[in-house]
């Protein structure tokens, strides 16, 4: 087995520039089904490992041996429906490989980037969706891959530890059954784009911009009923006492920022 042990390329501006020799086309990845199936078939998108690596560009995804039982294709079916439906807002479920074949190559992703969990926690923009695929790994490090294609008829084959390569005339043939299966497209990298992820916000932090948005809107609502005209003074003194009250109290004003928010999110769901 090849040793990974030489950088294919380096950040540069804030851009991974790759010194490709041609060999990134044949770096393969080992997965047991029915994760493998899954992510050719654009479902699967964060894989968890507990090792690290520099590399970034196209995977090819080959499904170990060992045989999956129905109780477990259907458990993780039911979680990647739940994974879908978020990403889709809808209640349709998304297409399932008919068959998990073993010991094979299955398709190929592009690997966006491998981050440690603890970054990729930090990108509160992510949506939620990728957050949920997040939840059930519990590996240090994420190999976040887009842009999946599967293959239309497995190849039949060993597979490695690892990242391994495979022969230059089996990825050639393999590329000519590579068909475009990606069911929820995401480009990871335009929500990582800050060179240093911020700290997890405090309890009492509106972080994300559209909270912001919704804290001065409220804030903004809460002036204008500090300010009463003269024949309303009396009948909106209460109020405006118990709206200074949010408004000084960060934990209050944050649940009334979320309560609004839900609200708002509500309304679109069923707008849309």
Known sequence: MAKMNRKIGEWKGGKFVREDDGESELMCLTLHQPLASLMAYGLKRVEGRVWSSDYTGPLWIHAAAKEVSPEEIAEIEAFYTEVFQRDTLSDSRPKFPAHYPTSCLVGRVKVAAVVPKEEFERHETMPPSALLENEANGSDYFFLCESAERLVLPFQMGGQHKLWKLDKKTADAAKKGLRASEQMPIHFLRYMTDPAPRSPPADSDVSTPEQQMLEAAIAFSLEEQRQPTD???????????????????????????LKKWRQIMDLEQKGG
């Open 231 to 257: 024949a309303r003074k009396t009948e909106t003194e209460t109020a405006t006492t118990t709206t200074h009250n949010i408004q000084t109290d960060p934990a209050k004003r944050k649940r009334a920022l």
